[in-house]
């Protein structure tokens, strides 16, 4: 099975795909340290050198490539990610997604002021619409966990008995994405 968390930045993606994959035995990607690594420089410097339209295009061609690789995992993906082109139907197609769901102001107060996100440096209400812009794509996952109040620890203890066969309500008609 391949399993895609998406949500925006603070929502937990990396930490809960950490845990999930200690859980589950699947590996873990994160496709922003793909990125880094392929680029060897960091997102931040990434975004001043070459602006975000470059970052999204190799954002993209780095999801598609790992989406496509064989066998189970879990990635994690960037904020931005299921917002760009037809990520999100790529993702869908391609593997479950899971939309790791947090209100603004829990957001915010964990990311801003964060120098390793570059648009976290945005002023609050230019955040808060950048969440409300990204709110209709994040809602396209199969899967919707709320993360208020819960530790990163109950939120992959969710996501597992989500994935489990026959258990949970996938958010599309019946589809809980491919296993
Ligand atoms: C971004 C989120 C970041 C990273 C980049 C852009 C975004 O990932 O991909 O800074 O546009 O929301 P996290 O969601 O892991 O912070």
Same mark, same amino acid.
Do not use: C, W
């Given at each position: 099975?391949?399993?895609?968390?998406?949500?925006?930045?603070?929502?937990?993606?990396?930490?809960?795909?950490?845990?999930?994959?200690?859980?589950?035995?699947?590996?873990?990607?994160?496709?922003?340290?793909?990125?880094?690594?392929?680029?060897?420089?960091?997102?931040?410097?990434?975004?001043?050198?070459?602006?975000?339209?470059?970052?999204?295009?190799?954002?993209?061609?780095?999801?598609?490539? *790992?989406?496509?690789? /064989?066998?189970?995992?879990? !990635? =994690?993906? +960037?904020? %931005?990610? &299921?917002?760009?082109?037809?990520?999100?139907?790529?993702?869908?197609?391609?593997?479950?997604?899971?939309?790791?769901?947090?209100?603004?102001?829990?957001?915010?107060?964990?990311?801003?002021?964060?120098?390793?996100?570059?648009?976290?440096?945005?002023?609050?209400?230019?955040?808060?619409?950048?969440?409300?812009?990204?709110?209709?794509?994040?809602?396209?996952?199969?899967?919707?966990?709320?993360?208020?109040?819960?530790?990163?620890? *109950?939120?992959?203890? /969710?996501?597992?008995?989500? !994935? =489990?066969? +026959?258990? %949970?309500? &996938?958010?599309?008609?019946?589809?809980?994405?491919?296993?």
């Amino acid at each position: 099975m391949k399993v895609v968390l998406i949500g925006f930045m603070g929502s937990g993606k990396s930490t809960v795909g950490k845990l999930l994959s200690k859980k589950t035995s699947l590996p873990f990607v994160d496709l922003d340290s793909v990125i880094v690594e392929r680029e060897g420089r960091t997102i931040p410097e990434i975004f001043r050198e070459e602006g975000e339209e470059f970052f999204r295009e190799l954002e993209r061609e780095m999801l598609i490539s *790992e989406l496509r690789r /064989e066998g189970s995992f879990v !990635l =994690s993906t +960037g904020g %931005g990610a &299921p917002a760009y082109r037809n990520n999100m139907e790529v993702i869908n197609s391609l593997a479950t997604s899971v939309f790791l769901y947090a209100d603004f102001e829990t957001l915010y107060g964990r990311i801003s002021g964060d120098g390793n996100r570059p648009l976290a440096s945005l002023e609050k209400e230019k955040l808060r619409e950048l969440y409300q812009k990204r709110l209709p794509f994040y809602r396209k996952a199969h899967f919707t966990v709320d993360t208020t109040g819960k530790t990163p620890e *109950e939120v992959a203890e /969710e996501v597992i008995s989500l !994935l =489990s066969v +026959g258990k %949970g309500k &996938p958010n599309q008609e019946g589809q809980g994405g491919q296993t």
